[in-house]
Nanobody
Framework: QVQLVESGGGLVQAGGSLRLSCAAS????????MGWFRQAPGKEREFVAA??????????EYEDSVKGRFTISRDNAKNLVYLQMNSLKPEDTAVYYC????????????????WGQGTQVTVSS
């Protein structure tokens, strides 16, 4: 089992920044993928960003609306994954979830096996 705990959410004005963290514990895999998803009120959960690694090579994927504004990164020694969010917009308001899977990077929500409890991000206009 893998446990994921998100932190770093909050209220920020449009144009501001936040950094989300995801701490992984339990059975963490040496080769896995981590993703960030979000769910706004009344909407389905959607992909935001993902990262995977194999040896020294790291792979990234971003949803189009966050490209150039959000950056996903990892600290394997600390079992942490980050989502740096800059130039935030009101439409970024959502609960943000961290997810993990063993295997290659994917943007498909059903292919992630482990999920955190979510952290609220609210962007005011």
């Amino acid at each position: 089992q893998v446990q994921l705990v998100e932190s770093g959410g909050g209220l920020v004005q449009a144009g501001g920044s936040l950094r989300l963290s995801c701490a992984a514990s339990g059975r963490t895999f040496s080769n896995n993928a981590m993703g960030w998803f979000r769910q706004a009120p009344g909407k389905e959960r959607e992909f935001v960003a993902a990262i995977s690694w194999r040896g020294r090579v790291t792979y990234y994927e971003y949803e189009d609306s966050v490209k150039g504004r959000f950056t996903i990164s990892r600290d394997n020694a600390k079992n942490l994954v980050y989502l740096q969010m800059n130039s935030l917009k009101p439409e970024d308001t959502a609960v943000y979830y961290c997810a993990a899977r063993q295997g290659s990077l994917t943007v498909r929500l059903p292919e992630y096996d482990y999920w955190g409890q979510g952290t609220q991000v609210t962007v005011s206009s």
